[in-house]
């Protein structure tokens, strides 16, 4: 069974620009959330989809973004690149990822952003 | 709002040696806490979910108890061995998506 897919693995923009990651759950997986990860602050909660659907958002500026599509696959926007957001970003999917739950998150590999 | 301290930030020890991480949250109302690890570069691997309503879990050599009243968990791993060497994260779930510690960085020396 293949395990959560991120790509690109690695990406280095220019501040000003924007960007596209992307994550393919586990199959049967309905559920995906993100999160950036920096030394500093630790792992954030960014969002999380469910259905096609932005269930919870974490504390973050509006030029973070996300979407999911039908076959439960999800894309994460950041527009306006500054250097504060070089973090790693992690994609997490569960079946339902319904608060109370009690499911296991299983986690990408991450997609390594360096902005200069 | 939900705070998860991680005590130590970093610990060394040699193999063989039996070690307690240790997690701490301010808000007492979770489903759940669960203890994840990280390599270098990498993802997060789940290594053992508790729910509100356990007192502990093991999985092999290792061994995470909670006791939520006090706001504490603590993972034990016997018989360290040098492939545990990697970051050990905590994280609770409770009325907002999972908030997690900044993690213990674990070096076992050969």
């Known amino acids: 069974k293949a395990g959560v897919t991120q790509t690109p693995r690695y990406l280095i923009k220019t501040r000003g620009q924007q960007v596209t990651l992307s994550c393919s759950p586990i199959?049967?997986?309905?559920?995906v959330s993100w999160y950036q990860q920096t030394p500093g602050q630790g792992l954030q909660f960014l969002f999380e989809?469910?259905?096609?659907?932005?269930?919870n958002k974490g504390n973050f500026p509006g030029r973070f973004s996300g979407r999911q599509f039908s076959n439960s696959r999800s894309e994460m926007n950041v527009s306006t690149l500054e250097l504060g957001d070089s973090a790693l970003y992690l994609c997490?999917?569960?079946?339902?990822?319904?608060?109370?739950?009690?499911?296991?998150?299983?986690f990408g590999s991450g997609t390594q952003l360096s902005v200069l | 709002k939900q705070e998860v301290t991680q005590i130590p930030a970093a610990l060394s020890v040699p193999e063989g040696e039996n070690l307690v991480l240790n997690c701490s949250f301010t808000?007492?109302?979770?489903?759940?806490l669960q203890w994840f690890r990280q390599d270098p570069g990498k993802g997060l691997t789940s290594l053992l979910l508790?729910?509100?309503?356990?007192r502990e879990q093991t999985s092999g050599r290792l061994n995470a108890s909670l006791d939520k009243s006090s706001g504490r968990s603590t993972l034990y791993i016997a018989a360290s061995q040098p492939g545990d060497s990697a970051t050990y994260l905590c994280?609770?779930?409770?009325?907002?998506?999972?908030?997690f510690g900044k993690g213990t960085r674990l070096s076992v020396i050969a």
């Open positions: 994280a609770v779930e409770g009325n907002t998506p999972l908030v």
């Open positions: 808000d007492s109302a979770i489903y759940n």
């Open positions: 508790i729910q509100s309503s356990q």
């Open positions: 997490a999917s569960s079946r339902q990822g319904r608060l109370g739950n009690n499911e296991k998150l299983f």
């Open positions: 989809y469910f259905s096609e659907t932005q269930r």
């Open positions: 199959s049967g997986h309905r559920s």
